[in-house]
C-alpha cells in the first residue's frame, strides 16, 4: 500500500491499540481536509452553519472497503455492533469511536460486483473514503437551502431513511482538485421526523 490513506486503512486493523488509533486519526484528517474544502462555502450561510453545527461540525469519514478489510478491522475493534442498514442499500457498516472527536463509518457491499453504491466504488476506486457525512439538525431543511441558494442538486429528490433510523441526503460536491466529494448529511433518529 502506497498512499497515506491505503495505510491508514491497513492500520485501522493492527493489533496495537496505538496504531490503530494513529490510523484513525489519519483516516479522519484526510476526510476531514477532502471534504472541508469541498463544502468551505457552506459555512458563509448562517442558516445552514447552524443545521451543520458550524464551526464545529460532526463529520464522519465513511471508509469503503473490500469485505476481507471490513471484517479484520471489525475483529481488531473488538466487532463493534453492525448497523442497521435499510435493506434497499447496498451497505454492512460499522462505527469506530476513538475520542469523542474522531468517529469512522467502516462500510463494505453487500454484493461484491453487484451494481450497489458501496460495490461501484470498489469496483471504481478501490478502497478508500467513500463519503464524508455531516450531522444536520435537519436535512430537509438544509437539502432546501443546498437547492435554492447553492444550485446544488441532492442525490434523491427528498431525504430518505439511513443507517440505524437516520433521515439522509447526499450531495456530490466539487473539489478543488477537479473530483467530487460525496457529502451525506444525516439526522439523528431521535430528531428524525416520522
Same mark, same amino acid.
Given at each position: &500500500?502506497?498512499?497515506?490513506?491505503?495505510?491508514?486503512?491497513?492500520?485501522?486493523?493492527?493489533?496495537?491499540?496505538s496504531?490503530?488509533?494513529?490510523?484513525?486519526?489519519?483516516?479522519?484528517?484526510?476526510?476531514?481536509?477532502?471534504?472541508?474544502i469541498? +463544502?468551505?462555502a457552506?459555512w458563509?450561510?448562517?442558516?445552514?452553519?447552524?443545521?451543520?453545527?458550524?464551526?464545529?461540525p460532526?463529520?464522519?469519514?465513511?471508509?469503503?472497503?473490500q469485505?476481507?478489510t471490513?471484517?479484520?478491522?471489525?475483529?481488531?475493534?473488538?466487532?463493534?455492533?453492525l448497523?442497521e442498514?435499510?435493506?434497499?442499500? @447496498?451497505?454492512?457498516?460499522?462505527?469506530?469511536?476513538?475520542? $469523542? @472527536?474522531?468517529?469512522l @463509518?467502516?462500510?463494505?457491499?453487500?454484493?461484491?460486483?453487484?451494481?450497489?453504491?458501496?460495490?461501484?466504488?470498489?469496483?471504481?476506486?478501490?478502497?478508500?473514503?467513500?463519503?464524508?457525512e455531516?450531522?444536520?439538525?435537519? +436535512?430537509?431543511r438544509?437539502?432546501?437551502?443546498?437547492?435554492?441558494k447553492?444550485? &446544488?442538486?441532492?442525490?434523491?429528490?427528498?431525504?430518505?431513511?439511513?443507517?440505524?433510523g437516520?433521515?439522509?441526503?447526499?450531495?456530490?460536491?466539487?473539489? $478543488? @482538485?477537479?473530483?467530487? +466529494?460525496?457529502?451525506?448529511?444525516?439526522?439523528?433518529?431521535?430528531?428524525?421526523?416520522?
Amino acid at each position: &500500500m502506497s498512499s497515506p490513506l491505503a495505510a491508514a486503512i491497513a492500520g485501522l486493523s493492527s493489533a496495537v491499540p496505538s496504531v490503530r488509533q494513529a490510523a484513525a486519526e489519519e483516516v479522519y484528517r484526510l476526510g476531514r481536509a477532502t471534504a472541508g474544502i469541498a +463544502v468551505s462555502a457552506w459555512w458563509a450561510d448562517e442558516e445552514l452553519s447552524a443545521l451543520l453545527q458550524g464551526p464545529q461540525p460532526t463529520i464522519t469519514p465513511g471508509v469503503a472497503v473490500q469485505r476481507e478489510t471490513f471484517n479484520r478491522i471489525r475483529i481488531a475493534n473488538g466487532t463493534p455492533r453492525l448497523a442497521e442498514v435499510p435493506p434497499d442499500q @447496498d451497505a454492512e457498516e460499522f462505527e469506530l469511536h476513538f475520542s $469523542p @472527536d474522531i468517529l469512522l @463509518d467502516i462500510l463494505t457491499t453487500r454484493e461484491p460486483g453487484g451494481s450497489g453504491a458501496i460495490a461501484k466504488y470498489l469496483a471504481k476506486f478501490g478502497e478508500g473514503l467513500q463519503q464524508v457525512e455531516f450531522l444536520c439538525a435537519d +436535512v430537509d431543511r438544509a437539502t432546501e437551502i443546498l437547492k435554492e441558494k447553492f444550485k &446544488m442538486a441532492p442525490i434523491y429528490p427528498a431525504s430518505r431513511s439511513g443507517t440505524d433510523g437516520t433521515r439522509v441526503n447526499f450531495f456530490l460536491v466539487a473539489s $478543488p @482538485d477537479g473530483g467530487k +466529494v460525496l457529502i451525506e448529511l444525516y439526522q439523528a433518529a431521535s430528531k428524525a421526523p416520522s
